[in-house]
Nanobody, 117 residues
Framework: VQLQASGGGLVQAGGSLRLSCAAS????????AGWYRQAPGKQRELVAT???????DYADSVKGRFTISRDDAEKSVYLQMSSLKPEDTAVYFC????????????WGQGTQVTVSS
């Protein structure tokens, strides 16, 4: 399974960005998917996940501002980020794992999101 993340960039506080993650080499519809982020000097943290059935969960810090979605036909997962804050600045990683396993799953290469104040 390979994951290719894209869509990061530089945006002013209050702005929006949409991240995309395209999967290959798998039947994506059976995979849970999600986004994590890692800011400089900090541990990687969960941002949002979406199950194979479309159920979404969010970190408290992004609830109401970020929306995760998926398109199984396109084998893709998306993260719509709105009302961005400087503290959202991080490298964002997409992740995915088959719902039939409990292993570590697969990671994309990361995309930088920088929010200026």
């Amino acid at each position: 399974v390979q994951l290719q993340a894209s869509g990061g960039g530089l945006v002013q506080a209050g702005g929006s960005l949409r991240l995309s993650c395209a999967a290959s080499g798998t039947i994506f519809s059976i995979y849970t998917a999600g986004w994590y982020r890692q800011a400089p000097g900090k541990q990687r943290e969960l941002v949002a996940t979406i199950s194979s059935s479309g159920s979404a969960d969010y970190a408290d810090s992004v609830k109401g501002r970020f929306t995760i979605s998926r398109d199984d036909a396109e084998k893709s997962v998306y993260l719509q980020m709105s009302s961005l804050k400087p503290e959202d600045t991080a490298v964002y990683f997409c992740w995915s794992r088959s719902k039939y396993t409990t292993g570590p799953g697969y990671w994309g290469q990361g995309t930088q999101v920088t929010v200026s104040s």
